[in-house]
C-alpha cells in the first residue's frame, strides 16, 4: 500500500448524492487506474489514465466521472447516476508505459449507501 | 480479448501442506502474468510476476507460480501452507501488444487450517 493514498477509509452517502473518492501517489507514476471490487465479483475497471489531462473509460464508467489535472491524484466522483455503489473502491498506479510494469494498490475505500 | 479463469473460489489446505491456486488465461499472444493477494479489507500486494524466461517464477512470501504456455495456465504455488496466508488471491493478465489495463480474475479464498 505504501506510495497510494487513499480517502477516506470509509464513506457512506445519502441516496441522490454525488461523493469524490481521493487517491493520492508520490511514486512519480504515469499511470492511474480505479477499480471497483464487490464480494464474487473480483476486479471491475471503472476508469483507467496514462497520461495527466487523458482518461479512459473502462468496463464499468457509467455513472462514475474522474479527472487528472495532476500527475498525483486521480479522484473518482461516484454520482447519483449510479444506481449501485455501495462497493469497495480500489485505485492502483503504475509507472509508465512499459508493459512489465507492476501494477500497485491502495489501501481502498469503502463505500456505503445508506 | 483477454480474460482469466480462477476456476476454485474457496480453496482449503491444512497448515504446513503444499498449496496451489489455479489460473488460466486467454489472451492473443504471449502475455504478462501477475499475482496479487488481499488481506480483508486491505488493497491488494503484489506477489509475483511472469514477464519472459524461466517458467518457474519465485515471489513473496515463499510462494512461486509456473507459466504453462501449452496450457495456458499460471497456478500459484507455496511448499508448505502456513494460517497466515489465508487470504483472497486474484490472478491478473495483461497483453503484450497494446497498454492495456491488467485484466482480473474473480479470486480465491485460500484458508489455511491450523
Known amino acids: 500500500d505504501g506510495g497510494i493514498t487513499q480517502s477516506p477509509k470509509y464513506l457512506f452517502r445519502k441516496e441522490g448524492q454525488n461523493v469524490t473518492l481521493s487517491c493520492e501517489q508520490n511514486?512519480?507514476?504515469?499511470?492511474m487506474y480505479w477499480y471497483r471490487q464487490d464480494p464474487g465479483q473480483g476486479l471491475r475497471l471503472i476508469y483507467y489514465?496514462?497520461?495527466?489531462?487523458?482518461?479512459q473509460k473502462g468496463d464499468i464508467a457509467e455513472g462514475y466521472s474522474v479527472s487528472r489535472e495532476k500527475k498525483e491524484s486521480f479522484p473518482l466522483t461516484v454520482t447519483s447516476a449510479q444506481k449501485n455503489p455501495t462497493a469497495f473502491y480500489l485505485c492502483?498506479?503504475?509507472?509508465?508505459?512499459?508493459?512489465?510494469?507492476?501494477?500497485?494498490f491502495g489501501p481502498g475505500t469503502r463505500l456505503t449507501v445508506l | 480479448a483477454q480474460s482469466v479463469a480462477q476456476p476454485e473460489d474457496q480453496v482449503n489446505v491444512a497448515e504446513g501442506n503444499p498449496l496451489t491456486v489455479k489460473c488460466t488465461y486467454s489472451v492473443s499472444g504471449n502475455p504478462y502474468l501477475f499475482w496479487y493477494v488481499q488481506y480483508p479489507n486491505r488493497g491488494l500486494q503484489f506477489l509475483l510476476k511472469y514477464i519472459t524466461g524461466d517458467n518457474l517464477v519465485k515471489g513473496s512470501y515463499g510462494f512461486e507460480a509456473e507459466f504453462n504456455k501449452s496450457q495456458t495456465s499460471f497456478h500459484l504455488k507455496k511448499p508448505s501452507a502456513l494460517v497466515s496466508d489465508s487470504a483472497l488471491y486474484f490472478c491478473?493478465?495483461?497483453?503484450?501488444?497494446?497498454?492495456?489495463?491488467?485484466?482480473f480474475g474473480k479470486g480465491t479464498r485460500l484458508s489455511v487450517i491450523a
Open positions: 511514486l512519480n507514476h504515469d499511470a
Open positions: 489514465s496514462q497520461i495527466v489531462n487523458d482518461f
Open positions: 492502483a498506479s503504475r509507472r509508465g508505459q512499459g508493459l512489465t510494469d507492476t501494477q500497485y
Open positions: 491478473a493478465v495483461r497483453t503484450r501488444s497494446g497498454n492495456t489495463p491488467l485484466v
